[in-house]
């Protein structure tokens, strides 16, 4: 455990924005991170997980704690499930592909998301008709004011769209060193409900699939519209798709009858927001150093030398677009920092 000073964040963010953490340490286990919280309680902190999920306008006044707690194993079983815990430090991918591997079900649509398996329930993800709440059990969580462990079962997380206590009532007062999902052994519940991915199993003539297709089906969905972080800077969806009461919807729906959307409840639709922006012509487009991805409008990219308050910028310049043009406020799913 070293504490860095000046450090550049650069290779911590998905982004690949350039900017400093005033101070910097990287901890390998709880006890470490209870240390390290006891001994800077006056000094700002900032948690940082995977950086797959924020944008860096500037740099970060404050000690980094960036959490590399690394471990999982099987606490549970019986006869047809098993409950498996990570240590929230594991990339969430290999996580995903360890427990296919395994044969244990309930994480396979979720494959090639980006991240770590600490801050998953932060944001509740998900993909292709999955999320983390359909399996999550139960997460630790350390207290920073008080380094006491708590432990956050799936009623107290208050699991939405792409939210959680994690972004609220809870927002930066623990950390979270380890989560625990209940997976299948056997009689898997496959889900292939998601366009994409019926296409792509009949693309491959696969009728009956397996853990191992349905996450080969994601894997190469994701391939072919979302950018490799590693290749183009990104953090994956930069909105969240907006959800709309029923009845503003349809007054929106009769100008826009082309407009996409899907039932969410008897009284709120959910438009998708990639629909919006594409229509809005920014698919594609590049200002400078960065710019909206030619196969997922959701996705801002960095090209490669970009500041993170460019990318805020073409982010504003959306939403107003879409604001003025149909009349739909979008909001951010990263966190912009
Ligand atoms: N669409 C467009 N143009 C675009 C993108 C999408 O018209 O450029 C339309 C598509 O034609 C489709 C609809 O929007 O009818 C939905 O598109 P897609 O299936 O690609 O999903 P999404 O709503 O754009 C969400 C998640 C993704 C997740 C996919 C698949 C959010 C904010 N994003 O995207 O999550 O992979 O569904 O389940 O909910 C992420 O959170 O980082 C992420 C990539």
């Known amino acids: 455990m070293e504490m860095q000073n000046n450090f550049s964040l650069k290779n911590y963010n998905t982004f690949g924005i350039e900017a400093k953490a005033r101070q910097f340490i990287a901890v390998h286990s709880v006890t470490e991170l209870k240390t390290v919280l006891e001994q800077n309680k006056l000094e700002k902190k900032f948690i940082l997980g995977g950086g797959s999920n924020m944008l860096l306008t500037k740099d970060i006044e404050a000690l980094v704690i960036h959490i590399d707690l690394k471990g999982k194993k099987i606490i549970a079983e019986d006869d047809d499930f098993v409950w498996v815990e990570s240590q929230a430090g594991e990339n969430w991918h290999e996580f995903v592909l360890w427990t296919i591997d395994q044969n244990f079900g309930g994480l396979e649509n979720m494959s090639l998301i980006p991240g770590n398996v600490g801050t998953t329930p932060v944001q509740n993800i998900g993909a292709y008709g999955t999320e983390i709440k359909d399996t999550f059990v139960s997460c630790e969580a ?103 009461l ?32 594409e229509q809005a012509g920014f698919k594609g487009k590049r200002f400078g150093n960065a710019g909206i991805h030619k196969n997922q409008a959701l996705v801002l990219v960095n090209y490669g030398n970009a500041t993170g308050q460019e990318i805020l910028n073409i982010s504003k310049d959306i939403q107003e677009t879409i604001l003025s043009t149909f009349g739909i406020q979008i909001e951010a799913e990263v966190n912009v920092i």
């Open 246 to 277: 029923k009845s503003d919807f349809e007054k929106i729906h009769q100008q826009f009858p082309e407009m996409k959307y899907y039932d969410i409840s008897e009284t709120e639709v959910k438009v998708p927001a990639g629909w919006l922006i």
């Open 142 to 244: 350390l207290s920073i004011t008080n380094q006491e462990t708590k432990k956050f079962i799936k009623e107290e997380c208050h699991f939405g769209y792409r939210e959680s206590v994690f972004k609220n009532e809870a927002k930066d007062k623990y950390v979270i060193t380890s989560v625990v999902f209940k997976l299948t052994k056997r009689n898997h519940k496959i889900n292939t409900s998601y366009g994409d991915i019926t296409a792509e199993l009949a693309k491959n003539s696969i009728s009956e699939p397996t853990l191992k297709d349905v996450s080969n089906a994601v894997i190469a969905i994701r391939q072919s519209k979302l950018p490799d972080p590693k290749e183009l800077g990104n953090s994956g969806s930069f909105f969240k798709n907006p959800i709309l």
